[in-house]
């Protein structure tokens, strides 16, 4: 895949999902609180399950950016700004109200096995990584407000102390104009103090902007546009390590000299994340050279599988409440059904002997496939469907899982 089609078929990777998103990100988020243990192992391909949003027949009801179905909301405008948290109790709430509706289409409800699940929730958290086409208009507005054109030329325009940005025209995405900035930024900065000159703030879309208007003004002539491969996240983790982020930021709640990088501390598209850190860029490396760490360059790919990195930081929640799980196990109904190590209801199976929960995405998997027969059971036992607000669903899985993790007790003599 390349040239034209290959930025829009990664933009198309991310589109189709449906009610069964929803669902089953109701249980990935219960996955998401699992304590020291890492949920979800970080995707290496996060557009792995297109093919399932296809197959599944997800887009049939929800678009995404204007593109599927109008019957579900349209998931690609901000709908996944949410935690996995959240947005997985929204989707356990509004379950019933899928089932209906589906029913309504004659719409079976697709069932998962395997790694589907998880290839399909990574796909779906990687909706909001790339970034909305840039606005050449505000781009222009942006190059005289950063005052730009006193050390670089754009369109034939502007100084010659720093290289000229028509070349940033061959590339499709404002990743390549980050990296370039990212490894030319202490010279950068310390020409610019040298000038009178203050570094370039960037935040949300502006980095976008300001690649939309060079590349509507540049007057150099491309043979072929370059475009971002999806970054690796398994990559940028490493990336983190060998590039020494890690001696100054955590990723579990703890920083070091710098703040901890953990679960929804980054949120944003790629160039979002970017602009982050160019933003903390001149902080970060006065700090390194007090530190005597060595400045690290990003080469090919790596500034993209690196932010790639950071962005899925923002898949995990906060570790699930085994003690308050099991308060809600009881106050939402759960136990009337099920039994946890023989403690509740016959009428489903013990959740502690359910292999299915050895796994915080294979526990999402399979609550998803049971859906419909929960559904069935809960209504004729007259049991309204538990609805479940911000940690609810990670407490009650945590809760589960510890029970599974716990030896028996020896029988008294």
């Known amino acids: 895949m390349g040239g034209e089609m290959m930025e829009r078929d990664l933009r198309r990777v991310l589109q189709p999902p449906s009610y069964l998103l929803f669902i089953f990100l109701t249980f990935i988020f219960i996955a998401a609180g699992i304590g020291a243990e890492r949920p979800y192992t970080l995707p290496e391909d996060p557009l792995k399950g297109r093919e399932l949003f296809l197959g599944k027949g997800c887009i049939s009801c929800h678009a995404v950016r204007g593109e599927g179905g109008r019957i579900g909301p349209d998931l690609g405008r901000g709908f996944f700004q949410r935690s996995l948290i959240q947005m997985g109790a929204l989707m356990w709430n509004h379950a019933p109200t899928m089932r209906e509706k589906m029913r309504e289409l004659k719409l079976p409800w697709p069932s998962f096995k395997g790694k589907e699940m998880g290839d399909l929730v990574a796909y779906l958290y990687y909706l909001d990584y790339f970034d909305e086409p840039g606005d050449p208009m505000a781009g222009r507005r942006l190059i005289r407000e950063k005052e730009c054109l006193r050390c670089h030329t754009i369109g034939g325009r502007g100084g010659r102390i720093g290289p000229n940005l028509d070349k940033m025209k061959a590339y499709a995405s404002a990743i390549f104009m980050a990296q370039a900035m990212w490894n030319h930024g202490p010279p950068m ?10 570094p370039p703030s960037l935040a949300g879309k502006e980095m976008v902007d300001l690649l939309a208007y060079i590349r509507s003004a540049s007057e150099i002539r491309i043979k072929e546009r370059v475009y971002m491969l ?30 901890s990088l953990g679960p929804g501390k980054l949120r944003g598209s790629v160039s979002q994340i970017a602009a982050v850190m160019w933003q903390h860029g001149p902080r970060m490396w006065k700090k390194m050279e007090e530190m005597k760490i060595a400045y690290p360059r990003l080469e090919g790919s790596e500034m993209a599988d690196l932010i790639a990195y950071l962005y899925f930081l923002g898949f995990f929640d906060d570790p699930g409440d085994p003690v308050k799980g099991k ?25 502690a002997q359910i292999q299915a929960f050895a796994s915080s995405i294979d526990a999402v998997q399979a609550l998803w496939n049971h ?9 004729k036992r007259g049991i309204a469907w538990p609805l479940l ?25």
């Open 327 to 351: 308060e809600l196990f009881a106050a939402k109904g759960c136990v009337r059904c099920h039994s946890v190590k023989g403690e509740g209801g016959k009428v489903g199976p013990d959740l």
């Open 371 to 379: 859906v419909p027969m929960m559904e069935e059971a809960t209504k």
């Open 189 to 198: 900065v310390k020409k610019m103090a040298e000038l009178g000159l203050s």
């Open 389 to 413: 607000q911000g940690q609810d669903m990670a407490d009650v899985v945590e809760y589960v899982r510890q029970a599974q993790k716990k030896k028996p007790e020896a029988p008294k003599q």
């Open 230 to 259: 999806p970054g690796d996240p398994r990559k940028g983790e490493k990336l983190f390590t060998t590039k020494g982020c890690v001696a100054c930021h955590g990723t579990a709640g703890r920083g070091g000299a710098g703040p």
